[in-house]
Nanobody
Framework: QVQLVESGGGLVQPGGSLRLSCAAS????????IGWFRQAPGKEREGVSC????????CYADSVKGRFTISRDNAKNTVYLQMNSLKPEDTAVYYC???????????????????WGQGTQVTVSS
């Protein structure tokens, strides 16, 4: 059974950091493209970051470039999202998602992904 489980969310002050984890079970994560998404109340789901299964290339939304870093640890079958310099507007439920390799993969579109985790809440507030 394919499953993705996010963890690492919580409450943090503006300017703080969090590291989210996306652990996979039922499949080997390094064969899959992985994306991180977020959804704030009353807003659409937004692509935040992605990492390619083919060459490990990464992508970021403009709103998080220079602050967030995506990485993968194949030995632990886990993908991470390191979030620094957090802002109140980063508050959202964060989801990871997975899809197999395909030539048209771009990374930040939710329609590109087949498997989703249940989400973890990130709240940035003083």
């Amino acid at each position: 059974q394919v499953q993705l489980v996010e963890s690492g969310g919580g409450l943090v002050q503006p300017g703080g950091s969090l590291r989210l984890s996306c652990a996979a079970s039922g499949f080997t994560l390094d064969y899959y493209n992985i994306g991180w998404f977020r959804q704030a109340p009353g807003k659409e789901r937004e692509g935040v970051s992605c990492i390619s299964s083919i060459d490990g290339s990464t992508c970021y939304a403009d709103s998080v470039k220079g602050r967030f870093t995506i990485s993968r640890d194949n030995a632990k079958n886990t993908v991470y999202l390191q979030m620094n310099s957090l802002k109140p507007e980063d508050t959202a439920v964060y989801y990871c998602a997975a899809t197999g390799p395909h030539p048209s993969y771009q990374g930040l579109g939710s329609y590109e992904y087949d498997y989703w985790g249940q989400g973890t809440q990130v709240t940035v507030s003083s």
